[in-house]
């Protein structure tokens, strides 16, 4: 193949689930691939508005295998992939109070086993490290010493150059609004420039995934997007809070962090809405306020300097769907990656290209992540 309008592979959307997949199927020798990102630039959307932080701890399994995967490439990635460094080590400190911090501390050594450093924290050493939290919300903490703050930007824009180096195309202000279909499986898609043909259309249209599903009609795989706010603001006056970790409150719903323009926050909020321009509402912003003056009062703003919000999709059973469609052949699904898209999209990349080019992975155990799991329920 490889002429202007037919492709070995076509992948909708170029966020960072999208890059990555190209990045990996071209360094698996697959190049003649079409991106098409209906936006004029990449990662306009979830991947633009992430926190953008590595945190190697997860209730969802699957999820926490990732995100271990995810990382050992993000502290090591290739020679000559990525101009800047992609992780800054600045740490992430979680508390948990009750039965949420009796189930940490048992999954404490199984991390330990998979390679995470995990430091637990008396209630005098968060203390130290963030003078701002009050002892009395938490039961027990939790220090990641070597996940924290990843580049997201220049991760994207290493896995879009890297693939187009090798010949991957990329087509911006390109929507796709239908996906031919013969005998039952996939043939090309329709844009407003015209059709493409290729038997391997990709999903990775984030929030809209569940809009892409529509044009292929019968298929039980459901996703649904979450909107989530954050606010900056300025660090108290006098207070140097540059060097301090994240701060995630689990059990209260609230993370806060160190920001170019002082502090970060987010009140950690869930609310399901249809794909958009997520745009945070007062609610979000308020919360977050409310949650700072109730548990860390000396960080309360006065005042917001920005305030966004993006939206995090999941599938019903909070695990990704990675995997070529139980009902349309040639339909392959990447999508549902939730709020960790960005610390795991080197192995979920990885694992798709494998997918897609043996027909099967070493990485890990797939059925976990498989659209099949939905036909099978
Ligand atoms: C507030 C917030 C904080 C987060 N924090 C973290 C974090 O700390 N760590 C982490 O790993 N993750 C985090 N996430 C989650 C992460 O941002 C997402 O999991 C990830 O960005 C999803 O990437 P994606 O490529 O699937 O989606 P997107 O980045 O949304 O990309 C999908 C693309 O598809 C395009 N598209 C859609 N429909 C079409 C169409 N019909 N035709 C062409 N193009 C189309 C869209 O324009 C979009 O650019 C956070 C998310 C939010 C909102």
């Known amino acids: 193949m490889g002429s202007e309008s037919s492709f070995d592979a076509i992948i909708i959307g170029c966020g960072i689930a999208g890059a990555s997949l190209a990045y990996f199927l071209a360094e698996r020798g697959m190049t003649d691939i079409l991106i098409l990102e209906r936006e004029e630039q990449p990662g306009y959307h979830a991947t633009g508005r992430a926190a953008g932080v590595l945190v190697e701890l ?21 020679d000559g992939f990525s101009e800047y ?11 948990f109070k009750g039965e949420l911090w009796d189930s940490v501390r048992q999954m404490i050594p199984g991390l330990r086993q998979s390679g995470v450093v995990v430091n637990v924290l008396s209630r ?19 220090l990641l010493p070597e996940d924290g703050h990843i580049d997201a930007n220049e991760l994207l824009w290493s896995y879009i150059r890297n693939a187009r180096r090798r ?19 996939v043939s090309g898609v329709k844009t407003i420039a015209g059709e493409y043909r290729s038997p391997l259309v990709i999903n990775a249209s984030g929030a809209w995934a569940g809009n892409i599903r529509k044009f292929i009609g019968q298929t039980p795989v459901q996703l649904t997007p979450y909107r989530r706010t954050i ?7 006098g207070m140097e809070t540059k060097d301090w970790p994240l701060a995630a409150d689990l059990s209260h719903d609230l993370y806060f ?72 052949k040639g339909f392959f699904w990447l999508s549902g990656q939730g709020g960790a898209g960005i610390e795991t999209s080197a192995a979920v990349g990885q694992i798709a290209s494998d997918l897609i080019v043996d027909g099967r992975t070493e990485i890990m155990d797939v059925s976990q992540i498989s659209p099949m799991r939905f036909a099978d329920a």
């Open 167 to 185: 010949g991957a195309r990329l087509h911006l202000k390109e929507e796709v609004h239908g996906i031919e279909l013969e005998q039952g499986r």
């Open 85 to 95: 460094p992609l992780l800054r080590q600045s740490g992430i400190l979680i508390m």
């Open 231 to 237: 606010i900056t603001f300025a660090s108290p006056d």
């Open 257 to 328: 962090s160190p920001e170019s323009s002082g502090m970060l926050a987010s009140p950690m909020d869930e609310d399901p809405m249809e794909p958009c321009d997520a745009r945070p509402d007062e609610l979000g912003v308020a919360q977050t306020i409310e949650r700072l003056k109730q548990f860390t009062p000396r960080l309360a703003p006065r005042s917001i300097i920005h305030k966004w919000a993006g939206l995090r999709t999941f599938a019903p059973d909070q695990a990704m769907v990675v995997g070529e469609d139980p009902v349309v």
């Open 124 to 142: 005098e050493d968060v203390m130290s490290l963030i003078p701002v939290v009050s002892s009395n919300n938490f039961d027990g903490a939790v």
């Open 58 to 78: 997860d209730f969802v399994p699957s999820i926490l295998e990732l995100k271990i995967l995810g990382g050992r490439f993000l502290r090591n990635p290739p």
